[in-house]
């Protein structure tokens, strides 16, 4: 079964520019979730879409992230303009329909490098 | 989500038990405790989850007092592939998402 794919694996540039990562979760599931790691922190959540709709946001930076999952598949994560302190890995999950008693499935990340 | 307590780093003999344990003292009925690991360079992986009783599979056994206010995870003969952050989590049923907190690094030397 293939995974949750996710591009770029790394990515650096210089703050105030702008990048874009993404994500393809695995087939049929419902339930997207985009997290920030810092090194050394466990991951915190900045969304949940269920299908194409968000379900939760709240810890989102929405003056500088962004995220879309227009087709309710594959989705994008966008910082503009991008500041030191977003330098973290950028994971993607998804679960079959978001209920509480299933596992999430993790992608390997977007690290990011901002200068 | 009930907040998680976990020590920050153990270390454990190749060959021998990996017993980790997590404190979550104002877990609710029904939230479940869920096990997570992430290898260097990796994302998260799924280890094991459960609401009162005790649970085994092919990676892990997870052990669950009758008050719930505690649980441990057991890797029964751990190996250097099990070098990992483990990760204890409270999940409830208001949220879907998990809440990281910083997790337990485990070392597991030869």
């Known amino acids: 079964e293939a995974g949750v794919a996710q591009s770029p694996r790394y990515k650096i540039i210089e703050k105030r520019q702008s990048v874009a990562f993404w994500c393809n979760p695995i087939?049929?599931?419902?339930?997207l979730y985009w997290y920030q790691q810092i090194l050394g922190q466990g991951p915190k959540l900045l969304i949940q879409?269920?299908?194409?709709?968000?379900?939760?946001d709240s810890q989102l930076p929405k003056d500088r992230f962004s995220a879309e999952r227009l087709k309710g598949v594959d989705s994008t994560l966008k910082i503009q303009p991008a500041k030191l302190e977003d330098s973290a890995v950028y994971l993607c999950?998804?679960?079959?329909?978001?209920?509480?008693?299933?596992?999430?499935?993790f992608g390997s990340g977007t690290q990011l490098s901002v200068l | 989500d009930a907040k998680t307590t976990q020590p920050p780093s153990m270390d454990c003999a190749e060959g021998r038990a990996a017993n980790l344990p997590c404190n979550h003292s104002t877990i609710s009925g029904n939230e479940y405790v869920y096990w997570y690991r992430q290898i260097h360079s990796q994302g998260p992986q799924y280890i094991i989850h459960?609401?009162?009783n005790n649970e085994t599979n092919e990676m892990a056994s997870l052990i669950i007092t009758e008050d719930r206010k505690s649980s441990t995870l057991i890797l029964p003969h751990a190996t250097l592939r099990d070098t990992a952050v483990y990760y204890c989590?409270?999940?409830?049923?208001?949220?879907?998402?998990?809440?990281f907190g910083k997790g337990t690094s485990l070392l597991v030397t030869p």
């Open positions: 999950a998804s679960s079959f329909d978001g209920t509480t008693n299933e596992k999430l499935f």
């Open positions: 989590i409270a999940r409830s049923n208001s949220g879907y998402a998990l809440n």
């Open positions: 459960g609401l009162k």
């Open positions: 087939s049929g599931h419902a339930t």
């Open positions: 879409f269920q299908n194409n709709g968000v379900v939760d």
